[in-house]
């Protein structure tokens, strides 16, 4: 799997708009761009993911540029109960090859300042 | 409620004991997987099943093992040849292992070897 790095902490306005921003310049082909967030002593909860199209659902959206080495995630309008770290993850969708799992670094810790 | 549950939420234990972690999901799903976090870490994966009666071993399964007996449960023992136990276990579920869906996580275990 391609090597994400991610800020290791970021601020935000409650009611702003949170930019976290990933780099993943080595990404193949077929990796798909996930994210997760976690909170505090909480499980990894799945927030969206995309392969080269942008992506919306209801917690967020997520920007990959056209040539695939970076990608955004935007919470449009922050809430106190964002605040987690948030995993940039980059792999083959399915099964692929190896083991079947995902690897999370140490992700962003993002804050949402009242 | 569909979910996945883990249980107990703390537990203590004394060093050379085994002890073993509770994993069961109600979501049908096929896949199930098992992960370390320690302190301001990510998760490493150690174990994971893609189906009944099979698993296949994670990043660091030495000291571990697993049973996939059922399809809704997933335990896992933390042997005494665990040299590093204390941490925080994270059980997740996914729909199958060979489409594009994303994991869920449990509350997690976190386990203090005294």
């Known amino acids: 799997d391609a090597k994400t790095t991610q800020p290791t902490s970021m601020d935000c306005a409650e009611g702003r708009a949170a930019n976290l921003p990933c780099n993943h310049s080595?990404?193949?082909?077929?990796?798909?761009v996930y994210w997760y967030r976690q909170i505090h002593s909480q499980g990894p909860q799945y927030i969206i993911h995309g392969l080269k199209n942008n992506e919306t659902n209801e917690m967020a959206s997520l920007i990959i540029t056209e040539d695939r080495k970076s990608s955004t995630l935007i919470l449009p309008h922050a809430t106190l109960r964002d605040t987690a770290v948030y995993y940039c993850?980059?792999?083959?969708?399915?099964?692929?090859?190896?083991?079947?799992?995902?690897?999370f670094g140490k992700g962003t810790h993002l804050i949402i300042q009242p | 409620d569909g979910g996945i549950t883990q249980s107990p939420k703390y537990l203590f234990r004394k060093e050379g004991q085994n002890v073993t972690l509770s994993c069961e999901q109600n979501l049908n799903h096929d896949a199930m997987y098992w992960y370390r976090q320690d302190p301001g870490q990510g998760l490493r994966l150690i174990y994971y099943?893609?189906?009944?009666?099979?698993?296949q071993k994670g990043d660091i399964a030495e000291g571990y093992s697993v049973s996939r007996e059922k399809k809704e449960s997933f335990p896992l023992t933390v042997t005494s040849a665990q040299k590093n136990p204390t941490a925080f276990y994270l059980c997740?579920?996914?729909?199958?292992?060979?489409?594009?869906?994303?994991?869920?996580f449990g509350p997690g275990t976190r386990l203090t070897v005294l």
């Open positions: 080595t990404i193949s082909g077929n990796e798909y």
């Open positions: 993850i980059v792999r083959v969708a399915g099964a692929g090859g190896g083991a079947d799992g995902l690897t």
């Open positions: 099943s893609q189906i009944v009666n099979d698993f």
């Open positions: 997740a579920s996914r729909r199958d292992a060979s489409s594009y869906n994303e994991q869920f």
